[in-house]
């Protein structure tokens, strides 16, 4: 379908979100400097090319940015059976007692209890392996449940970051390189747990950091650890059958702090990535926080838990004013997010605009502001 295509308004259906995407446009390394790549200023009715270090432009003293800390695992391992065949883990999730849940790619799933032999690292001699307890969270899970060893043993977090590979999204064709290890992470990183980078993030650098810092932007941080769902598209034609995966995140007390005292100034709440904006909407929701925060004094605690949120046009966000993210897949869960978030034809038009103008897509593509529909 062209994006051009006008649609009707509601109901929404999978196919509102196709697009036709040129291949060329999907970015396969990133910009040479991380601020160095393109902003499609969408935060007003008519489109501005921009570049990422003249974001500071479109900020105000007194908004708060919100990031993701979540730092990317080395969470892709191979091996092989007993039998010789080979076997790709991505893991998912670490559960403690050097257990995990990872994604399975074989040609014939092994038994339970079956010990596979991990590849480790370049000139390693240690034995890794990885023995299958069953599927995860219970039997009827899409995911497997392994332990994960090796001779010094290490828990999974070291064991991967030794011999594990960057879990590169789909579409990018090439194998993870020196390159991908320190690019497809933010500056910030510090919680690991993601199979994915908070895309958005990417674009950050320390110097665009100190500057935001300089004129009295504040910053904050949330944790959501992205999973391996965030590339999967919706194959429902109806919405309300799409069932999300499940990601952990965790909203600290000092950024609950930070976002009343935003509202209660008069700031913009400014989410830099999608993940934030299911962090924050995710804790809303879980509180019972209505808008604006300004006026609901409460007791601040610490929170944590899974969300499997998912936003869809007609949502009413009540945190988030602005977003910078990256463009999206078509037919995914986060196109439908920023089409709730900003409205679905002006969406339609941004993408328009930026494949006309050959933006660069996807996770090492450039990036969009955008501000919340009223």
């Not at 908004?63 to 080395?74: A, E, G, P, R, S």
């Not at 000139?123 to 890794?128: K, N, P, V």
């Not at 089409?339 to 328009?352: D, K, M």
Request: glycine residues 8%; neutral net charge; hydrophobic residues 40%.
């Amino acid at each position: 379908m062209n994006i051009n295509t006008p649609l009707h308004p509601r109901p929404y259906t999978l196919s509102d979100f196709d697009f036709e995407l040129p291949p060329e446009l999907i970015a396969q390394h990133p910009a040479p400097e991380r601020s160095g790549s393109r902003l499609l200023d969408g935060s007003a009715s008519t489109p501005v090319d921009r570049i990422f270090r003249g974001l500071p432009a479109l900020l105000q003293p007194g908004d708060l940015m919100v990031f993701n800390d979540t730092q990317v695992m080395n969470a892709r391992l191979f091996g092989e059976k007993p039998t010789g065949g080979k076997v790709e883990l991505l893991v998912e999730r670490v559960l403690g007692a050097n257990q995990v849940a990872a994604h399975m790619r074989v040609s014939k799933k092994p038994e339970v209890g079956t010990s596979l032999a991990l590849i480790g690292a370049p000139g390693t001699r240690e034995h890794l392996s990885a023995t299958l307890l069953g599927r995860w969270p219970d039997e009827q899970g899409t995911l497997f449940r392994f332990v994960l060893s090796n001779d010094a043993g290490d828990d999974p977090y070291t064991l991967m970051a030794r011999h594990g590979h960057v879990p590169l999204p789909p579409y990018i064709t090439h194998t993870d390189s020196p390159e991908d290890a320190k690019r497809y992470q933010t500056v910030f990183a510090k919680n690991p747990g993601a199979v994915a980078a908070p895309t958005a993030a990417l674009h950050f650098d320390e110097a665009l950091l100190a500057q935001i810092d300089a004129m009295g932007v504040q910053r904050a941080h949330v944790t959501l650890h992205v999973g391996a769902g965030t590339f999967q598209p919706v194959k429902t034609e109806n919405l309300a059958e799409h069932q999300m995966h499940s990601e952990w995140f965790e909203v600290p007390v000092a950024t609950q702090q930070a976002l009343a005292d935003c509202h209660a100034r008069g700031g913009r709440v400014v989410a830099v990535g999608t993940t934030t904006v299911r962090t924050l909407e995710s804790w809303a929701l879980e509180n019972g926080i209505g808008s604006p925060m300004a006026q609901q004094p409460r007791a601040l605690t610490p929170f944590s838990r899974d969300t499997r949120i998912f936003i869809t046009p007609g949502f009413d966000f009540k945190v988030v004013d602005a977003l910078i993210t990256n463009f999206h897949l078509p037919k995914s869960s986060l196109m439908m997010l920023v089409s709730a978030f900003a409205g679905f034809e002006h969406i339609r038009a941004l993408y328009a605009h930026a494949i006309r103008e050959k933006y660069r897509f996807f996770s090492y593509g450039d990036a969009m502001l955008l501000a919340r529909r009223a």
